[in-house]
């Protein structure tokens, strides 16, 4: 009896501790390992250097004007701040500014129905995507009914409006001034890029030309940054 | 009282040795198991140094404590509650009733030796 009771007491005994090393090792995760090999490791370190460079570039390029505020009197150093600001205004999209660019028209599709047709309407979503492409192909600065697209423009489905810069877009037919770099190549891309399929489908059609004379109005309002900060943490995901 | 600490040892040299995880959503039905398995271990050697133990008692509390923890866990799951602390409070409960009374009597055992000790001499 004696026997068979510890008999059972060890088996028993066996069997928690099995579970203890399972539930142990569930637990533990396993330490990170760097797993890159030789080429992303390269790859990463040339992405380092071009940080670098473009760093290196940027104290060049402020040492220069810090030289030339130094080096000019007073009326001059005035007269660069002013260009500065003037360089910065333009950047933020603050300025009316002109330029080659391509024009894009926006209007209803008509399908022969047996059901009545409504007037279509254009979606933020869209808008959004034609934006995002337009940016992608080379566009430098963007105007959507008079309304500057610039980096913090929201675009938003408001009762059952569409709002650009916090004011509602009027309906169709629509106009989109675009300026770029090359506006040909943009025209190109426009003409065979997935937006026209998804307008298409909301029952709207792109037509885009180009235009040599484009003058994009300044944006209205305040750019207000006050609750900006500097993100520290490092970014995640591919390069 | 070597034989059970010996298989102990085996039982967890064997869990490492073979590797086995369990998926992370059910690591929460195994610790707890473990807790109860810890809970009925100690209840037996209490009920041994008591002289009161009983192998069905021993065998039947071991696997029906098990199961009904993760079935606790389980139904807390399955509800939203967090069902599987009342579990644990309750073999924490038990755990720590049991080692205290273990301990006590060891202390009685080792003072009897001692007063033995004294009156033979």
């Known amino acids: 009896m004696q026997l068979r009771n510890k008999i059972i007491i060890s088996l028993v005994c066996a069997f928690t501790g099995l579970m203890i090393a399972i539930q142990f090792q569930s637990t533990q995760e396993p330490t990170e390992r760097d797993t890159r090999d030789l080429w992303e490791i390269r790859s990463q370190l040339q992405v380092e250097q071009k940080k670098q460079q473009q760093l290196y570039q940027q104290i ?10 130094e080096a000019m009197s007073e009326q001059e150093q005035i007269d660069t701040l002013v260009d500065s600001i003037e360089e910065l205004e333009q950047k933020a999209g603050l300025t009316d500014i ?37 940016n992608n192909y080379g566009a430098t600065e963007i105007a959507i009914e008079n309304e500057r697209v610039i980096n913090i423009t929201p ?8 709002y650009v810069n916090n004011r509602a877009l009027p309906s169709l037919p629509l106009q989109i001034k675009v300026l770029a770099a090359n506006p040909e190549r943009l025209l190109d891309h426009i003409e065979v890029s997935q937006s026209r ?18 003058l994009l109005p300044k944006y209205e309002g305040n750019i207000n940054l006050d609750n900006l900060e500097v993100n520290e943490s490092q970014e995640t ?3 | 009282m070597w034989l059970p600490a010996l298989f102990l040892v085996v039982g967890l040299t064997l869990g490492l040795l073979t590797n086995i995880t369990i998926p992370d959503q059910y690591s929460n039905y195994l610790s707890i198991a ?12 209490r009920a041994h140094l008591d ?23 389980f139904l807390g799951v399955q509800l939203g509650i967090d069902l599987y602390l009342a579990a644990v409070f309750a073999f924490g409960v038990r755990l720590f009733q049991n080692i205290a009374i273990i301990r006590r009597i060891l202390i009685e055992k080792f003072n009897q030796k001692k007063n033995e000790k004294k009156s033979r001499k």
Do not use: W
């Open chain 2, 34 to 45: 473990v807790l109860a398995a810890f809970d009925t271990l100690f209840g037996g050697i």
């Open chain 2, 51 to 73: 002289g009161k133990f009983d192998d069905k008692v021993f065998i039947t509390g071991f696997f029906f404590n098990i199961s009904l923890a993760a079935l606790l866990a």
């Open chain 1, 60 to 69: 060049a390029e402020m040492e220069s004007i810090k030289d030339q505020y």
């Open chain 1, 237 to 239: 995901g591919e390069e």
């Open chain 1, 197 to 214: 399929d998804y307008f298409a489908i909301e029952n709207l059609d792109l037509t885009a030309e180009v235009s040599d004379e484009l």
């Open chain 1, 155 to 162: 675009i938003r489905y408001v009762n059952g409006k569409t």
């Open chain 1, 98 to 134: 002109s330029g080659k660019g391509i024009l894009i028209h926006i209007n209803p599709i008509y399908v022969e129905m047996d059901t009545e047709q409504e007037y279509p309407e254009i979606s933020p979503e869209l808008l959004n995507r034609l934006i995002n492409e337009l």
